[in-house]
């Protein structure tokens, strides 16, 4: 399995960021970035799971 590196800064975070040494402070916020992301999809895949299994088991 391969994982896509992203890079999900605003062009002011992204200045500042890269302008530190060893950049563990922007994998942090990149992290953040996506772990915020993640959220709404989760919330929304498990309303779809409960949606399917209470459709599915009415009929």
Excluded: D, H
Excluded at 18 to 42: C, D, F, H, R, W
């Amino acid at each position: 399995m391969s994982f896509v590196t992203t890079n999900a800064q605003c062009a002011m975070c992204r200045a500042v960021l890269e302008s530190e040494i060893g950049q563990s402070t922007a994998k942090g916020v990149n992290n953040g970035i996506v772990y915020l992301m993640v959220i709404p999809y989760v919330l929304i895949g498990g309303l779809a799971l409960f949606l399917y299994r209470y459709l599915k088991n009415s009929k």
